[in-house]
């Protein structure tokens, strides 16, 4: 190793974040943020990028990364497979967490609730606007099943194409939208010397309450 972990760190010293300049409720904040995000992340970071964390029957937490698709006043929606390990995750605990990084502003969100599929109208509207090659690998990929090498997962595209020869491939039932309904939003905003500001969104009895967080 080039330089020894122990030794890997970065001051963060671009920006604070207080309760005079954080509205009262976590949307406004967020969109704020993921827009100033999306000018300021430099590729490859994905702005919309996030981890996304569910917990299978057994209580064992599971994470990867997905792309965030649509966030209106109802939550955060991201797409993929219904069939693959975190679609069976979700039907059997509801329940999982987003951690947005945006290392060049030297901010996380991290963001917690309830997730339920969005309506299949919702996802085939998604999925229209997919390019071609992302909506045939939908059909194609049994996401998250072991399979044979590299030459299977090609034979089953060209199977694909060939069943959908028109170009037009439908919405597949097993692949969609779900939509994460927050009942927590945490904003951290990176300070010197590891002092950093955590303002913390609640939702209790349906309004929001903001607290501030020890680092
Ligand atoms: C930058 C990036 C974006 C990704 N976006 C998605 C996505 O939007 N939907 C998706 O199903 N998988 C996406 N993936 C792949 C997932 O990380 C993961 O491999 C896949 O969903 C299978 O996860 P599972 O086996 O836990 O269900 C993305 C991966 C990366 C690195």
């Known amino acids: 190793m080039t330089q020894p972990l122990a030794d890997m760190r970065r001051d963060y010293t671009r920006d604070g974040l207080t309760e005079a300049n954080a509205p009262v409720e976590p949307f406004a904040l967020f969109t704020r943020w993921f827009e100033e995000a999306v000018k300021t992340e430099q590729p490859p970071v994905e702005a919309n ?16 990364v997905l792309l965030l698709k649509a966030l209106d006043a109802q939550g955060f929606t991201f797409f993929t497979n219904y069939e693959s390990d975190k679609g069976r ?23 917690e609730g309830r997730v339920s599929k969005v309506s299949h109208e919702e996802s085939d509207a998604y999925f229209q606007v997919r390019p071609l090659g992302s909506r045939l690998g939908a059909w194609a990929s049994p996401q998250s099943r072991v399979i044979a090498d590299r030459a299977e997962l090609e034979g089953l595209l060209k199977a694909t194409e060939q069943r959908f020869s028109d170009g037009q491939p439908h919405c597949p039932e ?42």
């Open 49 to 64: 990028a996030m981890t996304l964390a569910t917990v299978d029957g057994e209580g064992r937490p599971h994470c990867r």
């Open 89 to 111: 995750h979700l039907l059997a605990n509801p329940f999982a967490a987003m951690t947005f990084f945006w290392p060049t502003l030297e901010r996380q969100v991290r963001i």
């Open 174 to 215: 097993h692949w969609g939208g779900y939509r994460l309904v927050p009942e927590r939003i945490e904003f951290w905003q990176g300070r010197s010397s590891r002092l950093h500001d955590r303002l913390n969104y609640r939702l209790i009895d349906q309004a929001w309450q903001r607290e501030r967080l020890a680092p």
